[in-house]
């Protein structure tokens, strides 16, 4: 397949079930068929892509033990889900998925909501470096909102009506997010000391934080007297840029995510959004096929 990807490329690599079986048998396995019962076990092949674990006598075929095995779709249909899901740049919703498969609107958002289920390996990784942290609040406008629909003092960082979600930035790098029940520092101080490196320099919007004190260098700037950034130069001639604009300009794709495409999303669900998000961001270099394998090899 084409590294550019595309829609009819995705057609010619695989025209039939048959080529996905086999280039899923190949990420999975690669050139040898491994029982899912027993590793050691030698491999009989069956028909209609069968094979048979000689130790336990069980069947299996490739999809046995993934996420596409409680599944009466084919692999074909699972694997052009992922590819739409993948290369669209914002996501695509359970309707429109459920048109270009043919499917119901339910089976298309349980599909959906599978597939995220592996993103969230990327919203976990460790912060090396320089690192911006904000947290933001996700949830339409009260004055939006149907009359009978409004919600009474819910404006700024109220809790009644958004959902609060902290991320954590590495300059030029990955980001790691994650819904939260409140941005107290006892909520959010176990979380940086969890995904960012000690000793590094940690840039915030405002507000400070007492207990990193001991194990970072901390640095803010004040948004709410509309001051944005600053060059600052250390004795040891160190340049360093104070500002949150990396992780602002984060939220702001996130947001345009959310509302460009999902147009509301219960807080019940917000994480798998937000590990959707944090996939695309932090594979935002790859292309659409290397994005689309390194998620296969995922499920695989």
């Not at 690669?30 to 130790?55: E, L, M």
């Not at 597939?115 to 990327?122: E, P, Q, T, W």
């Not at 009644?160 to 101080?189: C, H, I, W, Y």
């Not at 250390?234 to 495409?261: A, C, L």
Request: proline share 2%; with cysteine; aromatic share 14%.
């Amino acid at each position: 397949m084409d590294s550019k990807g595309g829609i009819l490329n995705f057609m010619t690599a695989f025209p039939d079930e048959e080529s996905c079986v086999r280039y899923f048998e190949k990420l999975r396995w690669g050139d040898k068929v491994i029982s899912p019962f027993d590793a050691t076990s030698k491999v009989y092949r069956c028909k209609n892509g069968k094979y048979k674990c000689r130790n336990t006598g069980k069947y299996f075929d490739v999809k046995t033990g993934t996420v596409f095995a409680s599944t009466k779709l084919p692999l074909r249909s699972w694997v052009f889900a992922i590819f739409l899901f993948i290369s669209h740049k914002r996501g695509i919703s359970s309707c429109q998925l459920a048109r270009d498969l043919g499917v119901t609107q339910k089976t298309a958002w349980n599909m959906l909501h599978k597939i995220r289920a592996f993103m969230k390996s990327l919203n976990d990784e460790p912060i090396v470096g320089d690192a911006e942290i904000d947290e933001t609040f996700v949830g339409g406008k009260n004055k939006n909102r149907h009359k009978d629909k409004k919600v009474e003092r819910c404006q700024g960082r109220s809790f009644k009506d958004k959902v609060p979600v902290f991320g954590m930035l590495q300059r030029g790098g990955n980001v790691v997010a994650k819904v939260v029940p409140d941005t107290k520092a006892s909520t959010l101080e176990p979380l940086i000391h969890k995904y960012i490196r000690e000793d590094s320099n940690v840039f915030t919007d405002g507000w400070e934080y007492k207990g990193l004190d001991n194990d970072y260098s901390q640095y803010s700037v004040d948004h709410s007297r509309s001051f944005y950034g600053e060059i600052i130069v250390t004795s040891d001639g160190e340049v360093i840029n104070v500002s949150t604009n990396g992780i602002e300009n984060v939220w702001s794709h996130f947001k345009r995510m959310i509302f460009g495409t999902y147009y509301k999303v219960s807080k019940k669900h917000m994480q798998r959004y937000v590990d959707e998000f944090v996939f695309r961001f932090n594979t935002r270099k790859f292309g659409e096929f290397e994005r689309f394998e390194l998620f296969l090899r995922k499920i695989a």
